[in-house]
């Protein structure tokens, strides 16, 4: 797969960019459904597909199937950060030389909003939480809100590693004191199954799923 600068991509870089396919995918479709759904109804109210979807994952935690403001305005944020994904494929794509700060300010994001999604409900003893078989707990809960941790995780780590050894190799080196070391490809190719699993894994079981508006 060439690059739009003629060099073949590395398949770190070919990982990313399909991340953030992914990403900008998410965010612009499904969230942004979401954000829509609960400005104008619920997702319990819609008789729509992704109604469906957010009612479904509502099982798992209820206040995605109701209008939680805290919800809604971390959605908004998400959106806002799918937008910025495909910033960030042209500039992966064509090597821009600013991809990797925009790498950080996406990744730095996704883990922010992440935190702020469970963190006040931990902290409230998780009365919206729904943890009681293994599809809510594993599934629904840790598989897919853990990918959106652990693949800007690694992805923050490897422009952290990239931007700190191009500052050390300047004429006028910049010592952080941090390791400059980037993530091995083992990193990236259990990243890359966590991916292809992530796709098979959930449509398989939304599509399964009681009361499923489509015919299979």
Request: glycine share 6%.
């Amino acid at each position: 797969m060439g690059s739009g600068k003629g060099r073949p991509f590395t398949f770190q870089e070919q990982l990313a960019l399909i991340w953030y396919i992914i990403d900008a995918n998410t965010h612009l479709t499904i969230e942004l459904g979401y954000v829509w759904l609960a400005l104008t109804s619920t997702a319990k109210k819609s008789d729509s597909f992704l109604g469906f979807i957010w009612r479904e994952y509502g099982r798992a935690d209820a206040r995605w199937a109701v209008r939680d403001v805290n919800v809604i305005s971390i959605e908004i944020m998400t959106v806002l950060m799918g937008i910025l994904c495909l910033f960030q494929i042209y500039g992966t794509y064509y090597r821009k030389p600013w991809r990797h700060p925009m790498q950080i300010l996406i990744c730095v994001a996704e883990l922010y909003g992440g935190w702020m999604t469970f963190a006040p409900e931990w902290l409230d003893g998780n009365p919206n939480l729904d943890g009681s078989d293994f599809s809510l707990l594993w599934i629904y809960l840790v598989f897919m809100n853990g990918l959106w941790v652990v693949i800007p995780l690694l992805l923050l780590w490897d422009s952290f590693a990239r931007l700190t050894q191009s500052a050390h190799n300047n004429p006028y080196p910049i010592d952080f004191g941090f390791p400059s070391t980037t993530p091995s490809k083992v990193w990236f190719y259990a990243a890359a199954a966590t991916m292809v699993l992530y796709m098979i894994l959930v449509p398989a079981v939304l599509f399964s799923a009681k009361g499923v508006p489509v015919e299979l």
